[in-house]
């Protein structure tokens, strides 16, 4: 698989500007836009909200980024990651619109906004302080100011300080009552971990802007898959260092819920009727839920694979794999754009008509896309039949013997197994 744009733009910056050499040195290396510029914009090469988007060379030698002002960063072996864990057995808090409100889809969030919008015209955002009144006051970039702060080292050396000036930053949505201001980030997929800078910057920002309220910063996430808000609430125990963030707990919202149940999937998989496998690769893509992220990325627009691993928590290599198998579903399909010469990802027309149903008939949907084929449908057959996912060995005897065992061999064969026990977890996880 040929390097992405970002990892061979990195690749010559560190061998012009001998970065590693530098930090080993130094502890850091400070690098200005102007020369990122030089091989590729830098606002496509310093915006890694998820570690799993770091360059390999990044990945390799423990590095992350910072933005330390408008035209600099700092690169160091900086702990800058935070990890998310969602508790799957909280209580579930159902609340729904206004019966006024015509304008919002409460069953269709293709942008952080309309998410956010719904999030607080159907209470949660109140819910989450329950201090009066709740009013929606800022969004968009700003400038940090001027501050300090200390950030640990992955390595476990001594901690790093670093000094910002006028650095910008984003808030998605700031809310504000009479004692509180929330600073929320939102993300329309479920997250392995985020970039507590997204955080940390508005905190230090507002803190000292209107240091007689409490500054509560919140990752909101929306699941697809769930039809679930989760908020993560969190605070710093230590206003001048980035590591001081700690989770203080975690709340789930459901609108207008739909139960799947097992008649439901029974349903469908007596209605399945086997299609023929095309030339695009059996998918090699665990996590159906990122599936489903790929085509909620898709959309209101078409996106290169370079913009989907930018925008999403993909590496180059995963971005491919789950293209890939949204296009074996014949959800999304591919072209090189003649304006541009890269290769761009769109939302079928049977795709976008999926997407455009409400929850239930959705992922019913996305059920019989996935049973349609040979090895899930057979797979998910032994799962009715036993009452249990069969093993990876099972499924590849499965696998075996069908339509595909002859285009791969037996440790391909293995790998894709892992994807056919993925898909029909995801499955059985969604029956209420």
Same mark, same amino acid.
């Given at each position: 698989?040929?390097?992405?744009?970002?990892?061979?733009?990195?690749?010559?910056?560190?061998?012009?500007?001998?970065?590693?050499?530098?930090?080993?040195?130094?502890?850091?290396?400070?690098?200005? &836009?102007? $020369?990122?510029?030089?091989?590729?914009?830098?606002?496509?090469?310093?915006?890694?909200?998820?570690?799993?988007?770091?360059?390999?060379?990044?990945?390799?030698?423990? +590095?992350?980024? +910072?933005?330390?002002?408008?035209?600099?960063?700092?690169?160091?072996?900086?702990?800058?990651?935070?990890?998310?864990?969602?508790?799957?057995?909280?209580?579930?808090?159902?609340?729904? =619109?206004?019966?006024?409100?015509?304008?919002?889809?409460?069953?269709?969030?293709?942008?952080?906004?309309?998410?956010?919008?719904?999030?607080?015209?159907?209470?949660?955002?109140?819910?989450?302080?329950?201090?009066?009144?709740?009013?929606?006051?800022?969004?968009?970039?700003?400038?940090?100011?001027?501050?300090?702060?200390?950030?640990?080292?992955?390595?476990?050396?001594?901690?790093?300080?670093?000094?910002?000036?006028?650095?910008?930053?984003?808030?998605?949505?700031?809310?504000?009552?009479?004692?509180?201001?929330?600073? +929320?980030?939102?993300?329309?997929?479920?997250?392995?971990?985020?970039?507590?800078?997204?955080?940390?910057?508005?905190?230090? +920002?507002? $803190?000292?802007?209107?240091?007689?309220?409490?500054?509560?910063?919140?990752?909101?996430?929306?699941?697809?898959?769930?039809?679930?808000?989760?908020?993560?609430?969190?605070?710093?125990?230590?206003?001048?260092?980035?590591?001081?963030?700690?989770?203080?707990?975690?709340?789930?919202?459901?609108?207008?819920?739909?139960?799947?149940?097992?008649?439901?999937?029974?349903?469908?998989?007596? &209605?399945?009727?086997?299609?023929?496998?095309?030339?695009?690769?059996?998918?090699?893509?665990?996590?159906?839920?990122?599936?489903?992220?790929?085509?909620? #990325?898709?959309?209101?627009?078409?996106?290169?694979?370079?913009?989907?691993?930018?925008?999403?928590?993909?590496?180059?290599?995963?971005?491919?794999?789950?293209?890939?198998?949204?296009?074996? =579903?014949?959800?999304?399909?591919?072209?090189?754009?003649?304006?541009?010469?890269?290769?761009?990802?769109?939302?079928?027309?049977?795709?976008?008509?999926?997407?455009?149903?409400?929850?239930?008939?959705?992922?019913? $949907?996305?059920?019989?896309?996935?049973?349609?084929?040979?090895?899930?449908?057979?797979?998910?057959? =032994?799962?009715?039949?036993?009452? =249990?996912?069969?093993?990876?060995?099972?499924?590849?005897?499965?696998?075996?013997?069908?339509? #595909?065992?002859?285009?791969?061999?037996?440790?391909?064969?293995?790998?894709? &197994?892992?994807?056919?026990?993925?898909?029909?977890?995801?499955?059985?996880?969604?029956?209420?």
């Amino acid at each position: 698989m040929s390097k992405g744009k970002n990892n061979i733009a990195w690749e010559k910056l560190f061998d012009k500007y001998a970065i590693l050499e530098k930090i080993s040195e130094f502890g850091y290396f400070e690098i200005e &836009s102007a $020369s990122i510029n030089e091989f590729r914009e830098s606002r496509l090469m310093a915006k890694f909200d998820h570690y799993a988007s770091l360059p390999d060379i990044f990945k390799n030698y423990n +590095l992350s980024i +910072l933005s330390i002002s408008r035209s600099k960063y700092i690169i160091g072996r900086f702990d800058a990651y935070s990890k998310v864990a969602y508790n799957h057995d909280l209580q579930v808090t159902t609340v729904e =619109l206004p019966a006024t409100i015509e304008t919002i889809d409460d069953t269709n969030f293709y942008s952080e906004s309309s998410a956010l919008s719904c999030a607080f015209n159907t209470g949660m955002i109140h819910d989450l302080v329950n201090d009066g009144k709740m009013y929606h006051t800022v969004y968009g970039r700003m400038s940090t100011g001027e501050f300090e702060f200390s950030i640990n080292s992955v390595l476990d050396e001594l901690p790093s300080n670093i000094k910002v000036n006028k650095a910008q930053c984003e808030i998605d949505a700031g809310f504000e009552s009479e004692n509180y201001f929330l600073i +929320l980030e939102a993300k329309l997929y479920d997250v392995d971990d985020f970039i507590i800078r997204q955080l940390y910057y508005p905190y230090r +920002l507002w $803190s000292n802007k209107i240091p007689d309220k409490k500054i509560i910063p919140v990752l909101m996430t929306y699941s697809t898959s769930r039809n679930t808000f989760s908020f993560f609430i969190y605070k710093f125990d230590d206003l001048s260092n980035y590591n001081s963030i700690q989770l203080v707990e975690q709340r789930n919202y459901v609108i207008a819920p739909e139960i799947i149940t097992h008649e439901d999937v029974d349903k469908i998989f007596k &209605s399945i009727e086997i299609v023929s496998e095309s030339d695009i690769p059996f998918p090699q893509a665990n996590n159906f839920e990122r599936v489903i992220d790929v085509l909620t #990325l898709l959309v209101d627009k078409e996106l290169t694979k370079d913009e989907i691993t930018a925008e999403y928590r993909f590496d180059e290599r995963q971005t491919e794999y789950y293209t890939d198998a949204a296009r074996y =579903l014949k959800l999304i399909d591919k072209y090189i754009n003649p304006a541009t010469g890269k290769l761009t990802f769109y939302l079928t027309d049977e795709g976008k008509h999926l997407l455009n149903g409400k929850y239930k008939k959705k992922i019913i $949907s996305l059920i019989k896309k996935i049973l349609q084929h040979e090895a899930f449908y057979k797979t998910f057959k =032994l799962t009715l039949e036993n009452g =249990l996912n069969p093993d990876i060995h099972t499924i590849s005897e499965i696998i075996k013997s069908s339509s #595909l065992s002859k285009n791969y061999a037996d440790a391909t064969i293995k790998r894709r &197994s892992s994807t056919v026990r993925g898909w029909i977890d995801w499955i059985l996880s969604i029956i209420s």
